[in-house]
Each structure stands twice: as structure tokens, then as C-alpha cells.
């Protein structure tokens, strides 16, 4: 992938865990950052948009952040529900596409 | 509640054709770019295609170009993936979903805001 994630992240419930994605100037560094959530056996859904800003009713428990060429996602209070996948994407110049993060497995 | 619902796939034989249809309820899907969407079974998500809110304009990654073509029908509330030449590496489950825009502007709007439920696609002979 493109964007380089972590394949797996843990966290007991309650605790705080944090996902990264990694790329390069043509893509996070000049582009906003966008994070999907999917659950076991379900679509993608929108969490995190434009690096910072969470979708229409997600969890204050999610936020997002981008400095340079990497982004952020933090997951507080984790919860049981919170198991799943995690994938960061943007828009890349050289490539004139999207590209994705191969994503990250939450476990709690 | 916005929703969108995907048809069309099934088992192809390599070579084959494939038309995924991606219908939209609850809203009208002629205001927003559409895009599909792909994931191989335990692999991450890959960008297939796109389509501005008027069908004007279309874009696709440079290994699909060709062999995929995306259309719409605003007055069915409809955008398909037309499937040609289909290879066992396209093999994956074909998620549609709108932009939170008519186009994909680079410097915003580039998220997936709504996501269908995904169709998979097999090919095999």
C-alpha cells in the first residue's frame, strides 16, 4: 500500500490507543487525511474527514491529526465495539487517485 | 437515512464480463460523485473508479483503465461498473460509495461519506 499502517493495535477497555499512517509529499503532505472504520463483516464507514473533523455521529472518542507526511488516528476510552479495522486514505498526485492504508486490526 | 445498495456480482470465468449496478435510496444520488470501491478477501481497500454528479467527467486508476468503464443514470438513481476482461487479481468484494460533493476536489471533499454493503465478484473458471 501506498499508506503504510501498522498491521495490528491493542488496547485493554478504557485505555487510549493510537493508529499512524505514513506517506510521503505527494499525497498526506499536501492532501487531507481521511479514516475508515470497519466492523467484522461490514462495509467501511466514514470516521474521521478533512484530517481532524469527525463524521455526523461518531464518538468524541475518535479524533484525528496530520503532521507532514504522517496522520493520526486516537481511539480513547477504548470499548469492546471498537474491534476492527482501521484504514487511512487521501488523494495522491503522482498516482491521480486514491490510495488507502492496508489498514490496522483493533483488538480490545 | 441515506443508503446505498449494490447488485450485479457473482462468479465470472476469466475473461468474462461483469456489470455491478449501485442504486441509491433515501436521497438523490444525482447531487454527488460516485465511486467504487474494491477489497480482496483479507486485503486492504482499492480505489476503482469515480464519477462526477452530472456523469461529465471520470476517472480511474491507470492498471483498470480500459477494462473498466463507470456510468450513471440520475434518473434512476443509479451509477454501474461495467467489468471487462476480468482477471483473478480483480476478485474482491465491489463496495459503491457517494462523495460528500459533485466532483472530487483535491483540496476538500474527498471522502466517502455513505457506503453500500458491498458485492463480491469471483472469478473463476
Known amino acids: 500500500s501506498v499508506l503504510t499502517q501498522p498491521p495490528s493495535a491493542s488496547g485493554t477497555p478504557g485505555q487510549k490507543v493510537t493508529i499512524s499512517c505514513s506517506g510521503s509529499?505527494?499525497?498526506?503532505?499536501?492532501?487531507?487525511v481521511t479514516w475508515y472504520q470497519q466492523l467484522p463483516g461490514t462495509a467501511p464507514k466514514l470516521l474521521i474527514y478533512?484530517?481532524?473533523q469527525r463524521a455526523s455521529g461518531v464518538s468524541d472518542r475518535f479524533s484525528g491529526s496530520k503532521s507532514g507526511t504522517s496522520a493520526s488516528l486516537a481511539i480513547s476510552g477504548l470499548q469492546s465495539e471498537d474491534e476492527g479495522d482501521y484504514s487511512c486514505?487521501?488523494?495522491?498526485?503522482?498516482?491521480?487517485?486514491?490510495?488507502f492504508g492496508g489498514g490496522t486490526r483493533l483488538t480490545v | 437515512e441515506p443508503q446505498l445498495l449494490e447488485s450485479g456480482g457473482g462468479v465470472v470465468p476469466p475473461g468474462g464480463s461483469l456489470r455491478l449496478s449501485c442504486a441509491a435510496s433515501?436521497?438523490?444520488?444525482?447531487?454527488?460523485?460516485v465511486t467504487w470501491v474494491r477489497q480482496s478477501l483479507g486485503k486492504g481497500l482499492e480505489w476503482v473508479s469515480v464519477?462526477?454528479?452530472?456523469?461529465?467527467?471520470?476517472h480511474y486508476p491507470e492498471d483498470l483503465r480500459g477494462r473498466f468503464r463507470i456510468f450513471r443514470d440520475n434518473s434512476k438513481n443509479t451509477v454501474d461498473l461495467q467489468m471487462n476482461n476480468l482477471r483473478s487479481d480483480d476478485a474482491a468484494i465491489y463496495y459503491c460509495?457517494?462523495?460528500?460533493?459533485?466532483?472530487?476536489?483535491?483540496?476538500?471533499?474527498?471522502?466517502?461519506?455513505?457506503w453500500g454493503q458491498g458485492t463480491m465478484v469471483t472469478v473463476s473458471s
Open positions: 478533512e484530517n481532524n
Open positions: 486514505a487521501t488523494w495522491d498526485d503522482s498516482l491521480a487517485g486514491w490510495v
Open positions: 464519477i462526477s454528479a452530472t456523469g461529465g467527467s471520470k
Open positions: 433515501g436521497f438523490s444520488l444525482s447531487a454527488y460523485a
Open positions: 509529499d505527494s499525497n498526506i503532505g499536501t492532501k487531507t
Open positions: 460509495a457517494k462523495l460528500t460533493q459533485d466532483y472530487w476536489y483535491i483540496d476538500s471533499g474527498l471522502a466517502f461519506d455513505v
